[in-house]
């Protein structure tokens, strides 16, 4: 028996879903609230999936307490307030018993039979109960393909087989034909056939949809829950870029007075194809950085992977919007009766410079307040070179304290969309999308409670390039920075009279002296996940950095002593006092989880390592290189940078950070009023741990890490907090609690290891 399957309208089972109602006092419709929704004789899928697919639900419950409607009553109150009433209706519990016995034979229970019935309560209060037979799931015993065309790349297909979550490609029963033993899934079919569309549209075959590929089921006769699969494809023919237009308009333009500059023949084209480039006057551009973001060439096979990149090396210039693109020049669909299909680009750039002001709150020691000012040309010389130059200030209040911390900062930046040398050689390599140098130069003062940074500057190279949507590159190539700092003479005295120990006094004291410090730096990073929402997906971000050798090159060459190394050399200023440098390499590994839980409800963990390491000469890590914990974005039942290290007093010794930390972080967030005030309201419980340690070359033996003991200094903090979600920015308010209570910030009663935290975005 041969059966054929379209996808999402699953047609392979035996019997229908029986829909029964069973409904009390012979009314023709229930009328009331829904207290219950249960699922009986589910076994294979659990409770909280099946309460995603169905549409009858009860108003939310705190901590599931019976009756605690909480968001129910605050409707009750005000129409804009909480949740409405969750109403009993037959027609969608009807609609939900299809619902449950589509999403089952989606996932291979062709034989599920559901019913529903609703009981009474009490008066008006209605409970909701589906009954579930899944029978037994139907296996995929193998996967066939036919019709799939010869590609220029014999790989191809191979690759595209190999790559496949659908068949075992090292169990094949013949060329075409594989071993899967999967569970029916209509979600993993689908996926192929969009891989099988993918491969055929960046292979030349630009008409290919869904219509070309027909899957078809077969039933074993023997065994009706053993079922073959086979793709049917159908190409189409092969296309091949056309000419290629792009028009460059300035903003709000409507003379059209284009400048033409028309490209053909190798490198650009193939001949007889060209590329026809149009830019206003008054856009500035050279048509140079237009021809450099196509990333195919008009006369080679149609690649729709490049098609689209290049829409994306388009956007991502940072310098103009995309108004339209397409494969025609009215944007409609192609015209399919040509093998050579043309490409239209039209651009618009946006103003030429820009003026922003900013202020905004925080909270680091103390709440502060800071603001900001920046002027930027996103395209300076016609290239999209961005250029921006800016000031940045903040004030702190702790109170009680006459001298509270500020800071005042200016920059330079200057970045184009390419790489520069040593990496320019890799422009035009498709592994590198959007490729991005960036020079930075920033000069600023700080002043902090007990130390102040007279002079910090910093210079930076940066090379960054995407992979693909999620995943990017930065290559800090080199990181330089200066400061000159210098310890309060309140803050060298509380030391002197708290320390007696000598070469413990001496060894806090060198965190504040003048340094200079060099970094190569590498990032990892993966986003797949809403930047504000944070509401699915994952994030996961690696670093690894070396440090301090350019310094040792710059001693060894120029300032080395006839007896040794000392680590240091004469300091730039003329103040007498030498730099110091450090050499190190450090690493850290931060990757976070969020899991929808219905529709207003999130589940969020994250966990981090990072661990520095000196050599050479060096015994410490520079102090802005350090780890910290503590603050409204890390630990929170902690004051910002007052956690560790290990069981470290603060109060008695001021042990600035550590070398090694490792923490994890819990957190439930709950939207339980949606846009009240135009916002919504978000509920979160969190539980954050771990802790910093000094590493085994620190010269400090407070808070050195130890793998019989570091596991009794893992701080706890929990508590609960509100967010305001305005879907741009969320605000956030946390009230945090130290659950263990490690020596720092000593105290016994509740209100000694409280703390409130205000940040912007979600912790984490």
Same mark, same amino acid.
């Given at each position: 028996?041969?059966?054929?399957?379209?996808?999402?309208?699953?047609?392979?089972?035996?019997?229908?879903?029986?829909?029964?109602?069973?409904?009390?006092?012979?009314?023709?419709?229930?009328?009331?609230?829904?207290?219950?929704?249960?699922?009986?004789?589910?076994?294979?899928?659990?409770?909280?999936?099946?309460?995603?697919?169905?549409?009858?639900?009860?108003?939310?419950?705190?901590?599931?307490?019976?009756?605690?409607?909480?968001?129910?009553?605050?409707?009750?109150?005000?129409?804009?307030?909480?949740?409405?009433?969750?109403?009993?209706?037959?027609?969608?519990?009807?609609?939900?018993?299809?619902?449950?016995?589509?999403?089952?034979?989606?996932?291979?229970?062709?034989?599920?039979?559901?019913?529903?019935?609703?009981?009474?309560?009490?008066?008006?209060?209605?409970?909701?109960?589906?009954?579930?037979?899944?029978?037994?799931?139907?296996?995929?015993?193998?996967?066939?393909?036919?019709?799939?065309?010869?590609?220029?790349?014999?790989?191809?297909?191979?690759?595209?087989?190999?790559?496949?979550?659908?068949?075992?490609?090292?169990?094949?029963?013949?060329?075409?034909?594989?071993?899967?033993?999967?569970?029916?899934?209509?979600?993993?079919?689908?996926?192929?056939?969009?891989?099988?569309?993918?491969?055929?549209?960046?292979?030349?075959?630009?008409?290919?949809?869904?219509?070309?590929?027909?899957?078809?089921?077969?039933?074993?006769?023997?065994?009706?829950?053993?079922?073959?699969?086979?793709?049917?494809?159908?190409?189409?023919?092969?296309?091949?870029?056309?000419?290629?237009?792009?028009?460059?308009?300035?903003?709000?333009?409507?003379?059209?007075?284009?400048?033409?500059?028309?490209?053909?023949?190798?490198?650009?084209?193939?001949?007889?194809?060209?590329?026809?480039?149009?830019?206003?006057?008054?856009?500035?551009?050279?048509?140079?950085?237009?021809?450099?973001?196509?990333?195919?060439?008009?006369?080679?096979?149609?690649?729709?992977q490049l098609y689209m990149s290049t829409?994306?090396?388009?956007?991502?210039?940072?310098?103009?919007?995309?108004?339209?693109?397409?494969?025609?020049?009215?944007?409609?669909?192609?015209?399919?009766?040509?093998?050579?299909?043309?490409?239209?680009?039209?651009?618009?750039?946006?103003?030429?410079?820009?003026?922003?002001?900013?202020?905004?709150?925080?909270?680091?020691?103390?709440?502060?307040?800071?603001?900001?000012?920046?002027?930027?040309?996103?395209?300076?010389?016609?290239?999209?070179?961005?250029?921006?130059?800016?000031?940045?200030?903040?004030?702190?209040?702790?109170?009680g304290n006459q001298e509270n911390p500020?800071?005042?900062?200016?920059?330079?930046n200057y970045s184009f969309p390419r790489?520069?040398?040593?990496?320019?050689?890799?422009?035009?390599?498709?592994?590198?999308?959007?490729?991005?140098?960036?020079?930075?130069?920033?000069?600023?003062?700080?002043?902090?409670?007990?130390?102040?940074?007279?002079?910090?500057?910093?210079?930076?190279?940066?090379?960054?390039?995407?992979?693909?949507?999620?995943?990017?590159?930065?290559?800090?190539?080199?990181?330089?920075?200066?400061?000159?700092?210098?310890?309060?003479?309140?803050?060298?005295?509380?030391?002197?009279?708290?320390?007696?120990?000598?070469?413990?006094?001496?060894?806090?004291?060198?965190?504040?002296?003048?340094?200079?410090?060099?970094?190569?730096?590498?990032?990892?990073?993966?986003?797949?996940?809403?930047? +504000?929402?944070?509401? #699915?997906? *994952? =994030?996961?971000?690696? /670093?690894?950095? %070396?440090? @301090?050798?350019? $310094?040792?090159? !710059?001693?060894?060459?120029?300032?080395?002593?006839?007896?040794?190394?000392?680590?240091?050399?004469?300091?730039?200023?003329?103040?007498?006092?030498?730099?110091?440098?450090?050499?190190?390499?450090?690493?850290?590994?931060?990757?976070?989880?969020?899991?929808?839980?219905?529709?207003?409800?999130?589940?969020?963990?994250?966990?981090?390592?990072?661990?520095?390491?000196?050599?050479?000469?060096?015994?410490? +890590?520079?102090?802005? #290189?350090? *780890? =910290?914990?503590?603050? /409204?974005?890390? %630990?929170? @039942?902690?004051? $910002?940078?007052? !956690?560790?290290?290990?069981?470290?007093?603060?109060?008695?010794?001021?042990?600035?950070?550590?070398?090694?930390?490792?923490?994890?972080?819990?957190?439930?967030?709950?939207?339980?009023?949606?846009?009240?005030?135009?916002?919504?309201?978000?509920?979160?419980?969190?539980?954050?741990?771990?802790?910093?340690?000094?590493?085994?070359?620190?010269?400090?033996?407070?808070?050195?890490?130890?793998?019989?003991?570091?596991?009794?200094?893992?701080?706890?903090?929990?508590?609960?907090?509100?967010?305001?979600?305005?879907?741009?920015?969320?605000?956030?308010?946390?009230?945090?609690?130290?659950?263990?209570?490690?020596?720092?910030?000593?105290?016994?009663?509740?209100?000694?290891?409280?703390?409130?935290?205000?940040?912007?975005?979600?912790?984490?």
């Amino acid at each position: 028996m041969l059966l054929f399957l379209l996808l999402f309208a699953p047609s392979v089972h035996a019997n229908a879903a029986k829909i029964t109602q069973v409904q009390p006092d012979n009314r023709s419709e229930p009328e009331g609230l829904v207290r219950s929704v249960q699922f009986n004789g589910n076994d294979a899928i659990s409770n909280g999936v099946l309460q995603t697919v169905v549409r009858t639900r009860t108003n939310r419950e705190i901590f599931s307490i019976p009756g605690a409607t909480l968001w129910l009553g605050l409707n009750r109150i005000s129409s804009r307030l909480g949740e409405a009433p969750r109403m009993i209706n037959s027609a969608t519990i009807a609609q939900d018993v299809e619902r449950l016995r589509i999403f089952y034979n989606n996932n291979g229970y062709l034989e599920a039979t559901i019913e529903s019935e609703i009981r009474e309560l009490r008066r008006n209060r209605w409970q909701v109960i589906f009954r579930i037979d899944e029978g037994e799931p139907s296996v995929m015993r193998t996967v066939s393909f036919s019709g799939i065309p010869e590609f220029e790349d014999e790989r191809t297909l191979e690759r595209f087989l190999s790559r496949s979550q659908l068949i075992r490609f090292s169990e094949p029963v013949n060329d075409s034909t594989f071993v899967s033993n999967r569970i029916y899934s209509v979600d993993l079919i689908s996926e192929e056939r969009n891989r099988i569309l993918s491969m055929l549209h960046n292979n030349g075959y630009a008409s290919a949809n869904r219509d070309s590929i027909v899957v078809q089921v077969r039933r074993e006769r023997e065994d009706p829950l053993n079922l073959d699969l086979a793709f049917r494809v159908k190409p189409g023919s092969v296309f091949y870029f056309g000419d290629v237009r792009i028009n460059l308009s300035a903003p709000q333009s409507t003379a059209g007075n284009f400048v033409s500059d028309t490209l053909s023949g190798p490198p650009v084209t193939f001949e007889p194809w060209q590329m026809i480039i149009n830019i206003e006057p008054d856009t500035r551009t050279r048509s140079r950085l237009m021809q450099q973001r196509v990333l195919f060439t008009p006369g080679e096979r149609f690649n729709n992977q490049l098609y689209m990149s290049t829409v994306n090396q388009f956007q991502t210039l940072g310098m103009l919007s995309l108004r339209q693109f397409s494969l025609s020049e009215g944007g409609g669909l192609p015209d399919y009766s040509s093998e050579f299909l043309p490409v239209y680009f039209d651009l618009e750039t946006l103003p030429r410079h820009q003026l922003r002001a900013d202020f905004f709150g925080m909270q680091r020691i103390g709440l502060g307040l800071g603001a900001g000012l920046q002027y930027s040309n996103n395209n300076i010389f016609g290239s999209a070179e961005r250029f921006e130059l800016g000031l940045n200030t903040s004030y702190e209040f702790i109170e009680g304290n006459q001298e509270n911390p500020r800071s005042i900062e200016t920059f330079v930046n200057y970045s184009f969309p390419r790489f520069a040398f040593p990496f320019a050689g890799f422009n035009n390599d498709t592994r590198f999308l959007n490729p991005r140098t960036r020079f930075q130069l920033s000069y600023g003062q700080i002043r902090q409670i007990n130390f102040t940074v007279d002079d910090n500057v910093r210079f930076s190279m940066r090379f960054q390039a995407n992979h693909d949507q999620t995943t990017t590159s930065f290559f800090d190539l080199l990181e330089l920075e200066w400061f000159d700092a210098n310890i309060t003479p309140a803050f060298r005295e509380v030391l002197e009279e708290t320390t007696t120990d000598p070469l413990f006094l001496q060894l806090i004291l060198e965190d504040y002296r003048p340094q200079i410090n060099s970094l190569t730096r590498y990032t990892f990073r993966n986003a797949a996940t809403h930047p +504000i929402r944070r509401d #699915r997906g *994952f =994030f996961l971000e690696t /670093s690894v950095e %070396i440090g @301090g050798n350019l $310094p040792r090159l !710059l001693e060894e060459t120029f300032f080395e002593r006839p007896d040794s190394l000392r680590g240091t050399f004469p300091s730039f200023s003329g103040s007498g006092r030498d730099l110091s440098y450090s050499q190190f390499v450090k690493g850290s590994l931060d990757y976070r989880q969020y899991y929808p839980i219905g529709n207003n409800s999130v589940f969020a963990w994250r966990g981090f390592v990072g661990l520095a390491y000196p050599y050479g000469l060096s015994r410490t +890590i520079p102090l802005n #290189r350090r *780890f =910290f914990a503590g603050g /409204s974005n890390d %630990i929170r @039942g902690w004051n $910002p940078l007052t !956690l560790g290290p290990g069981t470290n007093d603060r109060n008695l010794n001021p042990i600035n950070g550590g070398d090694i930390k490792l923490a994890g972080y819990l957190e439930y967030r709950n939207t339980f009023s949606r846009n009240f005030l135009s916002t919504n309201w978000i509920f979160a419980a969190f539980t954050d741990f771990g802790n910093v340690w000094t590493g085994p070359r620190n010269e400090i033996d407070e808070g050195k890490f130890s793998l019989n003991t570091f596991w009794r200094e893992i701080a706890v903090g929990s508590g609960i907090g509100l967010r305001l979600d305005w879907e741009f920015v969320v605000f956030r308010v946390d009230f945090a609690y130290r659950v263990t209570d490690l020596g720092n910030e000593p105290g016994t009663s509740l209100l000694d290891r409280r703390n409130i935290h205000f940040g912007i975005g979600h912790s984490f």
